[in-house]
């Protein structure tokens, strides 16, 4: 698992595919500390998976407050 080797155990992760069923190429991770995802984002952001690069970040603007339910933010 790319995550877990490069940077840990992932404390949630969410794959989205499209109303096909195909992957759109998007996720959410979620890590246990700020460290985890700083070292994500360090080692992760432009690392090339199957001949893409993948860009990691953090995300702004929403917060998960359970599991599958999503809020918009400022």
């Given at each position: ?6 940077v ?21 991770l979620?890590?246990?500390?700020e ?40």
């Amino acid at each position: 698992d790319l995550f877990r080797d490069h940077v840990g155990e992932a404390a949630y992760v969410e794959l989205f595919d499209d109303e096909k069923g195909k992957p759109r190429g998007c996720g959410i991770l979620e890590f246990n500390s700020e460290e985890m995802a700083q070292k994500a984002i360090k080692k992760l952001n432009k690392h090339e998976v199957k001949g893409r690069k993948i860009t990691f970040n953090r995300a702004t603007g929403q917060f998960r407050i359970d599991e599958g339910t999503w809020l918009g933010g400022s």
